[in-house]
């Protein structure tokens, strides 16, 4: 099993920054790609980032991608997703996840889900 526990979600106004953080426990957190997906109200999840084992390959959503940094310190068993020119539609509540094998966008494959974090952005 691997617990994920995220944090750092909060309200910031459209154009500002957010920092998550997500701790892992549990087995070797350098054996597991992770990622960051996000479900707004009445819609479905949807895939946000992923980063593999080393931190080596990262991938992102179209419509985050040259905003969010997704990164890890696999020595603190720790995985961020950095935010920037946060806009109103990436209101959301954010999910970190892992699973093992290769970086995917598909929700169902990945094992170990965390509790969530509200991102609350205001226009």
């Known amino acids: 099993q691997v617990q994920l526990v995220e944090s750092g979600g909060g309200l910031v106004q459209a154009g500002g920054s957010l920092r998550l953080s997500c701790a892992a426990s549990?087995?070797?957190?350098?054996?597991?790609?992770m990622g960051w997906f996000r479900q707004a109200p009445g819609k479905e999840r949807e895939f946000v980032a992923s980063?593999?084992?080393?931190?080596?390959?990262?991938y992102y959503t179209d419509s985050v991608n040259g905003r969010f940094t997704i990164s890890r310190d696999n020595a603190k068993n720790t995985v961020y997703l950095q935010m920037n020119r946060l806009k109103p539609e990436d209101t959301a509540v954010y999910y970190c996840?892992?699973?093992?094998?290769?970086?995917?966008?598909?929700?169902?494959?990945?094992?170990?889900w965390g509790q969530g974090t509200q991102v609350t952005v205001s226009s």
């Open positions: 996840n892992a699973r093992p094998g290769v970086p995917t966008i598909r929700a169902e494959e990945y094992n170990y």
């Open positions: 549990g087995r070797t957190f350098s054996n597991y790609v």
């Open positions: 980063i593999s084992f080393s931190g080596s390959n990262t």
